[in-house]
């Protein structure tokens, strides 16, 4: 069974967006959708993540038809089993680095795992406020938020945009790793081709079409 079936979606604002997408995600899989700033990847990924409902089409996450769901059922799809990530984080700022991690670790019944701080770079400064932290230490605790609550499906949007390269390329190696160890799968979506190109689907939104490119 696919983590992620979408089948012919179109979504339109004030002007056509996109139209007649369909793509599929398996577990341990990840994928790259890449395109310039306007092209409607984010619109994308708000769509298959439950987010925003599509002028038509259907979204399937582990089998269900997520926009089907009852509002109570869609929000214990989130809280349990996706994973949102942005580049801005929307940290609690009134809380610890770490504070924001028992928040959401509590909400999905799980328990934060201090090698995934480590591994982040985080142990040492996550029980400051989150106002002391820098920008790219945010985000790393931001990823650390969403990757405590065992989600099996992570939307990511820009998620390396706060850190430099180096840092960039461990976060990405710590998502593979957590894709392969959970049986879980990743929607990125990302300016740096680098990055995508490590994914195992590769998209490219352009003038309201979707290409597949690996």
Avoid at 132 to 144: C, F, P, T
């Amino acid at each position: 069974m696919n983590l992620l079936t979408a089948t012919s979606l179109s979504h339109a604002f004030e002007y056509p967006l996109f139209e007649e997408i369909s793509l599929e995600l398996k577990a341990k899989e990840s994928m790259a959708i890449i395109g310039v700033s306007g092209s409607g990847k984010s619109t994308l990924m708000h769509i298959l993540s439950s987010m925003l409902v599509p002028n038509k089409g259907r979204v399937e996450l582990f089998g269900e038809d997520i926009y089907r769901l009852h509002e109570k059922e869609l929000v214990e799809l989130r809280r349990y089993r996706l994973g949102l990530i942005y580049q801005s984080h929307y940290l609690l700022k009134g809380f610890s680095g770490y504070e924001n991690l028992e928040v959401a670790a509590l909400m999905a019944n799980q328990t934060i795992d201090n090698s995934l701080l480590e591994s982040l770079g985080i142990d040492k400064v996550c029980h400051q406020k989150v106002t002391e932290l820098s920008g790219g230490q945010q985000q790393r605790v931001s990823i650390a938020r969403v990757l405590s609550k065992k989600p099996q499906l992570i939307f990511a949007d820009e998620p390396t945009g706060n850190l430099d390269h180096a840092t960039a390329q461990e976060v990405m190696t710590i998502f593979f790793n957590y894709l392969q160890e959970h049986d879980a799968g990743m929607v990125l979506v990302t300016h740096d081709e680098s990055l995508a190109s490590q994914c195992n689907h590769i998209y490219r939104m352009h003038d309201g079409i979707l290409t597949k490119v690996k």
